[in-house]
C-alpha cells in the first residue's frame, strides 16, 4: 500500500514538472518569435489605386505603400505622385531620431485644413526638409499610429491621410522643387507575437535609388540650385517697396517679362521655380509656384489654385494660378495667361498683361473653375473666398 501510494505522488510530480516545462517552452518560443512569420506583401502596380482628378491621358500613379504583415489580403490605396503633374497637359541615411515628436510651428493654409493625423506627416516633412535633401532620408514614427492601424480599415485610413498630408505640403511650399512624392514609400510593418500586434510606420526611398526630382541625384545639386534660386530672389526683392500692391504688380511685372512659355512641354524642371526663376522656361505651373515662392518671401498672403480654365478660342484645359491677399481681400492672379504667346512681331498691350491680374470672382469664373479636390476620392481642401470684384 505504502508503494502504491509513493508511486501515484511521484507520478503525479513529475506531470506538474512536465507541465512547468510546457508552459515556460511556450513562453520562450513565443518571446523569441518562433511564433512570427513576416511575409512581404507585393505592392500593387502602377495605374491601380486612386485616379488623378485633373487627369491627362498616361498620368503614372504609383503604389507608394509598403505593407509587411501577415494579412496578405490587405490591400491599401495608391499614393499620387506630385499633384500638379496633372496640370502638365496645359502648359542614406537610415536614422530613427524621435524628432517628430518636438513641435513644429507651422502657419499654412492647407496645413490648417488638415486633419491629426495628416499633421504628423505634414511636421515631418517640415522638420526633415534639410534631411531630405539627401534624397535617402528615412522617417520614423514607430508606433505613433498603432491605435488607428489596429481600427477597421486603418491600413487604408493612413493612406489617405498620408496623402493629403503629401498634397497639402506640396501647395504650401513653393520652394519645395527637390522631392518627388512618387518616390517616396510609406511602410507599414505589422508584427504578431502570438495574441499581441504591434505596427511600425516609416518612410523611406522604397527601392528607388532616391526620392529627389528628376535631375537631382545629391543634396549637392539641390544645394547648388537652391543657391541659383536665391540669387534671382535677392535680384527681384532688391526693388521691393513698402505698398503691397506695388510689390504683387512688381512679381506679376517680372515673371511674365522674363519667363518664356514652354509649348513643347520637354524641358527640365518646367513645372518648378528652377525653370521659372533661373532657365525662365516654364507652363502654368512653373508660373504659379514662382509667384507663390516670391509672395511668400514679401510676406503676402498667397496660395497656388488648379482647375480648368476656358480660353478664347473656346479650348478647356487643365491649368495652374494664384490666389493672393491684398488690403485683407483676396484676388486672383494668373502669370500666364497674362504671358501670352504672340506670333509674329506682335507685342503685348497692356490690356492682355493685366487681363488676369488681381481679379474677382466675377471675372475669373467666367473662364477658371478651381477643383477643391485634387485627386479622385482624395481630401476635399477649401481656396480663400476672392471678392467679388475686381481690384
Not at 87 to 107: C, F, G, H, L, W
Not at 117 to 146: A, L, N, P, Q, V
Request: proline content about 2%.
Amino acid at each position: 500500500m505504502k508503494n502504491a501510494f509513493s508511486t501515484i505522488v511521484m507520478t503525479l510530480i513529475i506531470i506538474c514538472i512536465i507541465g512547468i516545462f510546457g508552459i515556460f517552452g511556450y513562453i520562450a518560443i513565443e518571446e523569441i518569435g518562433l511564433l512570427e512569420e513576416i511575409e512581404q506583401e507585393t505592392p500593387v502596380s502602377e495605374n491601380e489605386g486612386v485616379d488623378l482628378l485633373l487627369e491627362t491621358g498616361s498620368q503614372d500613379i504609383s503604389n507608394n505603400i509598403i505593407t509587411n504583415t501577415i494579412d496578405n489580403n490587405i490591400k491599401t490605396p495608391g499614393i499620387i505622385a506630385n499633384p500638379f503633374d496633372a496640370v502638365q497637359s496645359s502648359s542614406a541615411s537610415n536614422q530613427n531620431e524621435n524628432k517628430t515628436n518636438e513641435t513644429v510651428q507651422i502657419d499654412k493654409f492647407f496645413y490648417n485644413q488638415l486633419d491629426e493625423h495628416s499633421k504628423i506627416f505634414y511636421e515631418s516633412f517640415e522638420k526633415y526638409r534639410e534631411e531630405m535633401k539627401t534624397g535617402k532620408y528615412k522617417i520614423s514614427f514607430g508606433d505613433k499610429f498603432e491605435d488607428l492601424l489596429k481600427t477597421t480599415n486603418g491600413q487604408d485610413l493612413l493612406g489617405q491621410y498620408y496623402q493629403s498630408a503629401i498634397e497639402a505640403f506640396m501647395y504650401d511650399n513653393a520652394e519645395i522643387f527637390y522631392l518627388s512624392p512618387s518616390k517616396l514609400y510609406l511602410n507599414i510593418e505589422k508584427t504578431t507575437r502570438g495574441t499581441k500586434v504591434s505596427y511600425n510606420v516609416f518612410i523611406n526611398n522604397g527601392k528607388e535609388n532616391n526620392y529627389l526630382a528628376d535631375g537631382f541625384s545629391s543634396k549637392e545639386d539641390v544645394e547648388n540650385a537652391i543657391s541659383q534660386i536665391e540669387s534671382v530672389k535677392n535680384q527681384i526683392l532688391q526693388n521691393k517697396t513698402n505698398n503691397t500692391y506695388n510689390n504683387i504688380k512688381m512679381v506679376h511685372d517680372y515673371l511674365i517679362d522674363t519667363i518664356s512659355y514652354d509649348q513643347s512641354i520637354s524641358k527640365p524642371n518646367i513645372y518648378n521655380i528652377v525653370g521659372a526663376l533661373v532657365n525662365k522656361v516654364s507652363v502654368c505651373e512653373g508660373y504659379a509656384r514662382a509667384f507663390k515662392y516670391l509672395m511668400d518671401e514679401l510676406g503676402i498672403n498667397c496660395t497656388m489654385v488648379i482647375g480648368r480654365a476656358t480660353s478664347t478660342d473656346g479650348k478647356t484645359e487643365n491649368h495652374a494660378w494664384n490666389y493672393v491677399e491684398l488690403n485683407g481681400t483676396w484676388y486672383a492672379v494668373d502669370c500666364t495667361w497674362d504671358d501670352p504667346v504672340i506670333s509674329g512681331n506682335g507685342k503685348l498691350t497692356n490690356e492682355d498683361k493685366y487681363r488676369y491680374f488681381l481679379k474677382g470672382s466675377t471675372t475669373m469664373n467666367k473662364d477658371h473653375v478651381p477643383s477643391r479636390q485634387f485627386t479622385d476620392g482624395g481630401r476635399t481642401f477649401e481656396y480663400p473666398s476672392i471678392s467679388e470684384s475686381d481690384y
